[in-house]
């Protein structure tokens, strides 16, 4: 079947510098995007959303970016911090909130 | 506000035992959901309820799992037996209405023996 994926599984990077996490959708019906935190031992946290009318959305020290021509989702963070570092996931829905598809995630490492 | 509030955050029990868990949502969520969650892996869902009302449970393992959520609010979620295979996190999550962001708790991690 159609899922989600991410491009890399690991990302490391120093504090103050801008990340980018990358996702991969299959699913071109797929209408509604969102992005997760989450840090070991927690649930996932919600950072920010978008609906595929849009192609950009920001938030606080978060983008998130839709190509839909290449079915490519990204999640830009400024000024990285080490409070950052978590496994991020990017989720799909065709139609609503209701029934999300989830990405299998990627590391953010964050050095001081 | 509070979050989702799950129980217990730990188990570990013998494959073949049952087990259950316990989901508090977030007061006025009337969508509650429950994932399991493979280490490595995104969430996956298992079952879906408006209010009292379970709408998605096609991924729910019939034969083993079961799930209420008897009042429109707390949930539980059961499995009997046990298996292997069933060790995972299981996470609950809520949100006001099925077009409405999903909040998650912080799991129940399932250990099977």
């Known amino acids: 079947g159609e899922s989600v994926g991410l491009h890399l599984p690991t990302l490391s990077v120093q504090e103050g510098d801008n990340s980018i996490i990358n996702c991969a959708y299959s699913?071109?019906?797929?209408?509604?995007f969102i992005w997760y935190k989450q840090e070991s031992g927690k649930g996932p946290q919600f950072i920010i959303d978008?609906?595929?009318?849009?192609d950009k959305r920001q938030g606080q020290r978060v983008t998130v970016l839709l190509n839909k021509t290449v079915k490519h989702l990204s999640l830009q963070i400024a000024a990285t911090q080490p409070g950052d570092s978590a496994v991020y996931f990017c989720?799909?829905?065709?139609?609503?909130?209701?029934?999300?598809?989830f990405g299998k995630g990627t590391m953010l490492l964050v050095s001081p | 506000e509070a979050g989702v509030v799950q129980s217990p955050r730990y188990k570990i029990i013998e494959k073949k035992q049952p087990v259950a868990f316990w989901c508090n949502p977030i007061?006025?969520?009337?969508?509650l959901y429950w994932y399991r969650q493979n280490l490595g892996q995104g969430p996956e869902l298992l079952i879906r309820?408006?209010?009292?009302?379970?709408?998605?449970d096609s991924q729910l393992p019939k034969d083993r799992f079961s799930a209420e959520r008897l009042k429109g609010v707390d949930s539980t979620l059961k499995i009997q037996p046990a298996e292997l295979g069933d060790s995972a996190v299981y996470l609950c999550?809520?949100?006001?209405?099925?077009?409405?962001?999903?909040?998650f708790g912080d799991g129940t991690r399932l250990s099977i023996l």
């Open positions: 989720a799909e829905n065709i139609g609503g909130y209701s029934t999300l598809t």
């Open positions: 999550a809520s949100s006001l209405d099925r077009v409405q962001p999903q909040h």
């Open positions: 978008i609906r595929s009318n849009m």
């Open positions: 309820y408006e209010n009292e009302e379970a709408v998605d």
């Open positions: 699913n071109s019906a797929s209408d509604y």
């Open positions: 007061s006025g969520h009337n969508t």
